[in-house]
């Protein structure tokens, strides 16, 4: 069957085909960032989004269809993300594809917008094998989860306040970073000095996996004073500095507790999924660590770490495999907060 899956939930449109006969393919996908709109104003403005995700749709779907090499009447499928995300935003895809549908006379599935991350490694090369542990990390969410199988997903952990993404952006735009403001922190933090400006990792040693990012956003805030008593800003070695010592911190932090899981949990897999996930230092630390403890850490590629339109319909694919029931097209509601383990089959 063919899928067509359809991503809205942010500032992202993606756009894409999968082939579940044999052994599944990704045949074609499409994406529009905003990111260059949303930067004049410094972050996300919802109604913005959901007005650019209007004019996107069509030509990306266009788009996918040319290199697919294929027609909408083969599309046997919709799956478009429900939840969660921008209220606005989530509607532009989801009245869409059950528009599409219709007209198709093909049923829809509505798709969880962290599960489609959770399940992105899947599409690599080298992909991992149920169960294993995965770390959601991106800028509103930052979870560990214990995977089973599709649709079975047990919360081990999570951020008791600002997500590590969130952090990140936070952090940066204080440092007086553009948006989007994590990647060019991490950018930033290969330029500064290892060890020169320390700042506290919080609930390391908490006894738990929860998370905690606020207070080291604190600190950060704290140490600029310090350093800026005159009022004049910071130089860019300073700049550098403290944007090592903030990456260093939160990067300490989720390997020392996703690894954690990963014991605790008797598994020998690690799933890091979500925007943050392509950070280098993140990347570097875990498969060092977890090499040493013969773990296998598994990430999506890096153009399937921020949100993107293949996820979707993969997650879509793999619950139809897994005995979910699609629904005919038409009526539908969108979930702006629906909380991953509530999710079954």
């Known amino acids: 069957m063919l899928i067509l899956g359809i991503e809205s939930s942010c500032d992202e449109t993606g756009v894409a ?74 509607l532009v895809g989801a009245a869409f594809s059950e528009a599409l549908a219709v007209s198709l006379g093909v049923p829809t599935l509505p798709v969880h917008h962290l599960e489609g991350h959770l399940l992105s490694p899947l599409l690599s090369a080298n992909p991992p094998r149920f169960p294993f542990v995965a770390l959601l990390v991106s800028g509103g969410h930052t979870q560990l989860m214990r995977v089973t199988a599709v649709g079975e997903y047990e919360l081990l952990g999570e951020t008791l306040d600002d997500a590590a993404g969130e952090a990140f952006d936070k952090t940066a735009k204080l440092l007086g970073l553009g948006y989007p403001g994590g990647p060019a922190l991490a950018e930033l933090a290969e330029l500064g000095r290892p060890g020169l400006v320390k700042l ?37 070695r300073q700049r550098a500095d403290i944007a090592r010592g903030f990456q260093d911190a939160i990067v300490e932090v989720l390997v020392k507790k996703s690894l954690r899981a990963v014991r605790e949990s008797r598994l020998k897999q690690l799933v890091v999924a979500g925007g943050v996930g392509a950070n280098r230092e993140l990347r570097r630390q875990l498969d060092e660590q977890a090499g040493k403890m013969k773990i296998g850490v ?17 997650a879509g694919a793999l619950r139809l495999q897994a005995g979910a029931t699609s629904k005919p097209a038409g009526a539908f509601a969108v979930r702006p907060r629906w909380p991953l383990a509530e999710l079954t089959v």
């Open 298 to 314: 598994f990430y999506p590629e890096l153009e399937f770490c921020t949100d993107n339109g293949a996820m979707i319909a993969l």
């Open 200 to 236: 506290p990792r919080p609930m390391l040693n908490s006894g738990d996996l929860d998370f905690s990012f606020s207070g080291l956003k604190t600190a950060v805030v704290t140490r600029v004073r310090e350093l800026d008593t005159e009022g004049v800003g910071l130089d860019g």
């Open 17 to 90: 085909l999968y082939d579940t006969d044999g052994r599944g393919a990704l045949l074609a996908h499409a994406l529009h960032s905003q990111v260059a709109m949303h930067g004049e104003y410094g972050g996300v403005v919802p109604e913005l989004a959901s007005r650019d995700h209007i004019r996107r749709v069509v030509p990306l779907l266009r788009e996918a269809l040319d290199d697919s090499g294929r027609s909408l009447d083969e599309v046997g499928a919709i799956a478009y993300t429900q939840g969660p995300g921008l209220a606005g935003a989530l």
